[in-house]
């Protein structure tokens, strides 16, 4: 039943290393958003791209980067990890940027030690 | 402060027994309600939506809206422990970013 597909579930690294989280939607939505739920479960958008164009970055530091190669994929890369950044990365999409029924991912926890 | 408060934080239930959830904007351009459940080491699944004034029921799950205090409600009758899980609430503003604005959940425990 999943169509939201992230890989890796688990990461654990060590402060000031870079990270990659990769996401991929098979339901043919265009599009597709980064979240970060952090210990107290507050769920907050960090990116929201759609086909492939960035249309919102909220206020996050300037060491994550979003990318898309099309509407289906969406990977997220931390350079230079942070303790705070320790939460759970949910992937989501849509059917398009007025649509608010939104699909999630299982998630990526990471660890940073 | 963040634009979407939910209350109670937490809350048990009696199996069979009736679970009320709130949740409230401080955010005159909200237009839009949803709740969304997620269970423990779950992803986030869209439960209910509300546009209108009033209630919507879906089975045993209800939700009211009242627009011009934009509080919103769930109720859960004759809950079952496989309801137990966090409930989030979110709003959305169809001016400006398109985006949803989630609150802190509410997590419902039903005992059995």
């Known amino acids: 039943e999943t169509a939201v597909f992230q890989t890796p579930n688990y990461h654990v690294t060590q402060v000031g290393n870079e990270v990659s989280f990769n996401c991929k939607q098979t339901?043919?939505?265009?599009?597709m958003y980064w979240y970060k739920q952090d210990s107290k479960k507050l769920l907050k958008i960090m990116f929201s791209?759609?086909?492939?164009?960035?249309?919102v970055n909220e206020t996050v530091p300037r060491r994550f980067s979003p990318q898309s190669s099309d509407k289906a994929h969406l990977n997220l890369r931390i350079k230079s990890v942070e303790p705070e950044d320790s939460a759970v990365y949910l992937c989501?999409?849509?059917?398009?940027?007025?649509?608010?029924?939104?699909?999630f991912g299982p998630g990526t926890r990471l660890t940073v030690l | 402060q963040q634009k979407v408060q939910q209350s109670p934080e937490s809350l048990i239930v009696p199996e069979g027994g009736m679970a009320s959830l709130n949740c409230t904007s401080s955010?005159?351009?909200?237009?839009y309600f949803w709740w969304y459940r997620q269970h423990s080491g779950k992803s986030p699944k869209m439960l209910m939506?509300?546009?209108?004034?009033g209630e919507k029921e879906e089975g045993r799950f209800t939700v009211h809206l009242n627009k011009a205090s934009l509080h919103t409600s769930l109720h859960i009758r004759d809950s079952q422990p496989s309801d137990s899980a966090l409930y989030l609430c979110?709003?959305?503003?169809?001016?400006?970013?398109?985006?949803?604005?989630f609150g802190s959940g509410t997590q419902l425990t039903v005992m059995p």
């Open positions: 989501a999409s849509s059917l398009d940027r007025f649509s608010y029924e939104q699909y």
């Open positions: 339901l043919g939505h265009d599009t």
């Open positions: 939506s509300i546009f209108s004034n």
């Open positions: 791209y759609n086909n492939k164009q960035l249309i």
């Open positions: 955010d005159r351009n909200v237009d």
């Open positions: 979110a709003a959305s503003m169809t001016s400006g970013s398109w985006q949803l604005i």
